[in-house]
């Protein structure tokens, strides 16, 4: 089993910047991919960023070019840097990480609001 803890989520006004955490009980490189998803009030769980072991990096289109995702591997750690936060931003932001085998992994999910 793989515990994944998140931490950095709060209340910031739109523009603003945060930078969520996700610490993993294992090395990372034990795992196919990391990521972090989001779940807004009444709407599904959706993509955000992902991470391979190899390094390559994926974003949903409503985030490129705002936020980055990056690891620490001596830390066993994964980071979602956000910048220029909008309110559509806010959300339940989970960690996920998915297993060779195929099994996913969920954080319990920190929250992230943005203000107008």
């Known amino acids: 089993q793989v515990q994944l803890v998140e931490s950095g989520g709060g209340l910031v006004q739109a523009g603003g910047s945060l930078r969520l955490s996700c610490a993993a009980s294992?090395?990372?490189?034990?795992?196919?991919?990391m990521g972090w998803y989001r779940q807004a009030p009444g709407k599904q769980r959706d993509m955000v960023a992902t991470?391979?072991?190899?390094?390559?990096?994926n974003y949903a289109d409503s985030v490129k070019d705002r936020f980055t995702i990056s690891r620490d591997i001596a830390k066993n750690t994964v980071y979602l840097q956000m910048n220029s936060l909008k309110p559509e931003d806010t959300a339940v932001y989970y960690c996920?990480?998915?297993?060779?085998?195929?099994?996913?992994?969920w954080g319990q999910g920190t929250q992230v609001t943005v203000s107008s």
């Open positions: 996920n990480g998915r297993a060779w085998s195929g099994q996913n992994y």
């Open positions: 294992r090395s990372i490189f034990s795992i196919n991919s």
């Open positions: 991470i391979t072991t190899g390094g390559d990096t």
